[in-house]
C-alpha cells in the first residue's frame, strides 16, 4: 500500500479527507502531516524512509514493541472462526471469556470482573454509568457526583473529557457535563511553589477531603484518577499523595477508579500501577497495553463487590456492539500470553525500568533541564529557563522546538507544553535505551543552541 503514492500525494490527499485527532487542521494543511508507513520491534519508518525511534510506544500502548506475528495470526484465526458475536441479551463467547480470565488472573486480588469496551474513553463512560447505577441499587441514588483532578485525562468523549480536567478540552462545547467536580492535581514541580514536595502531596490529598465535604459524602459516588498523570506529563505524585488519599477514602463510602489505561500491563513494572502504589481500587478502566494497541480495545476491571451489587440490580441497560469483540479479545490473550510468557512486565521491573531511570537522571545536569523525573517504563523532563528558580520559558514553544528536532533526529518524544515526555515499548532493551538517550540529549542540545542565549 505504502509504494503507490509519494510523500506529497499522501499528504494532499490527507488534508483533502482526513480529520486528524488533536490537530490544527489550518496548521497541519500548510505543513503537511509525516506519513508512517512500517513498524518493526522499536522503530517506525516514515514515507522518506526515515527510521524512527519510537519513544512513546506509539499513544503509550505498544507495549510488547511492533511487529509482533503471534497477534496477527491470533487476529486471523478468529476472524475465520468467529469473526463477530456480541455479547447482548445473554450470549458469550470462547475469546471474551477466556480474555476476562486471564485478565482476573494478573488483576490485584478481589477484582475478578471485566466489562469490555472499545477503548479507554468508552470504559470511562461505562464508569459513570456504572458508579451511579450502582449506587442507585444500594438505595443511595443521591450519591452520582464523581470526582477528578485538574489535568487529569481520562478520554476524549462527553464523559472522559468531563471526568478529565484538560481545560482546553472543556472550553469546547461546555464541558464537564453536570456532575463532575475537579480537585487539584499533585504536580510539585509545576504547583508546589515554596512548599516540599512531601508536604505538597499532602496538600493536594487533602483537596480530596475538602471536596468530598464541600459536595457531601452523600452525593459523591466516586473519585477518578491515574496512578501516574500520562497525557498530562507524566505527573509523578510525591510519595505522600496516594497514602494520604488511601487514608481520606476509608474514612467515607466512595468508589475509588484508578484509570489505569496507561499504567496497566506493565508500564511501572507491575501488572497495575495500582498494585505498584498499594492502591485498592473499585474499578479498574483498562485499554491500551491490553492489546499492545494491535486493535482497538478496552474495559473495566471490577472489584467483586461491586460486582455482586450488579447482579442484585436487574439489567444493567448499557454496552457497545463491540464489547468484548471476539478477534480483539482474541489479540489482546495473546499479548497477555506474550507479557507473561516472555516475562516483560519482570524484566521491566528488575532490568529495563531500573536501567532506563538511571540513564534519564543524566539528564538533570543539561542546562535546559530543570527536572528529569520518570517510575517505571515512563520518563519527563521540563525545560526551563533556569535550572535554580524553575522560572519556565514564555510563549516560546520551547516543547514544540524540542519535538520538532527530535523528529528531525529521528526520535519521537512528545510535548505537554515544555515537558518532554516518553513512554517506550516495553521491549525496548538496554542498547536501544542508550541509543535513545543519545537522541535525547542531541535534540535538547539543539533547543538550547536555539533558546538559550
Ligand atoms: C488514553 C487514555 C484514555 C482514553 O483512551 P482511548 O482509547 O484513547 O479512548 C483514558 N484514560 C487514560 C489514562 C488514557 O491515557
Known sequence: MTQHRTTAEWQALSREHLLAPFSDYKQLGAKGARIVTRADGVYLWDSEGHKILDAMAGLWCVNVGYGRRELADAAHRQMLELP????????????????????????????????????????????????????AIKGQPSKKVIIGRINGYHGSTVAGASLGGMQAMHEQGDLPIPGIEHIAQPYWFGEGGALDPQAFGEWAANELEKK???????????????????????????????????????????????????????????????????????????????????????GVIVRDEVAQTLAEGGEFYHGYTYSGHPVAAAVALENIRILREEKIVERVKQETAPYLQRRWQELADHPLVGEARGLGMLGALELVKDKQTRARFEG??????????????????????????????LVITP????????????????TAAEVLV
Not at 505527573?235 to 466512595?254: C, D, M, N
Not at 542508550?434 to 542540545?445: A, E, F, G, N
Request: glycine residues 10%; hydrophobic residues 45%.
Open 84 to 135: 463477530y458475536y456480541n455479547l447482548f441479551f445473554q450470549t458469550a463467547h470462547p475469546p471474551a471469556i477466556e480474555l476476562a480470565n486471564a485478565i482476573a488472573e494478573i488483576a490485584p486480588e478481589g477484582m475478578s470482573h471485566v466489562f469490555f469496551t472499545g477503548s479507554g474513553s468508552e470504559a470511562n463512560d461505562t464508569v459513570l454509568r456504572l458508579v451511579r447505577h450502582y449506587w
Open 212 to 298: 468530598i465535604l464541600e459536595v457531601g459524602e452523600e452525593n459523591v459516588a466516586a473519585f477518578i484518577a491515574e496512578p501516574i498523570q500520562g497525557a498530562g506529563g507524566v505527573i509523578i505524585p510525591p510519595e505522600s499523595y496516594w497514602p494520604r488519599v488511601r487514608q481520606i477514602l476509608a474514612k467515607y463510602a466512595i468508589l475509588f477508579v484508578v484509570d489505569e489505561v496507561i499504567c496497566g500491563f506493565g508500564r511501572t513494572g507491575e501488572w497495575f500501577g495500582s498494585q505498584y502504589y498499594g492502591l485498592e481500587p473499585d474499578l479498574m478502566p483498562i485499554a491500551k497495553g491490553l492489546t499492545s494497541g494491535y486493535i482497538p480495545m478496552g
Open 396 to 425: 516560546q514553544g520551547v516543547g514544540m522546538r524540542c519535538r520538532e528536532h527530535c523528529f528531525g533526529n529521528g526520535l519521537i518524544m512528545r510535548a505537554v507544553g515544555d515537558t518532554m515526555i516518553v513512554s517506550p515499548p
Open 431 to 446: 542498547a536501544q535505551i542508550d541509543d535513545m538517550l543519545l537522541l535525547v540529549r542531541k535534540c535538547l542540545d539543539a
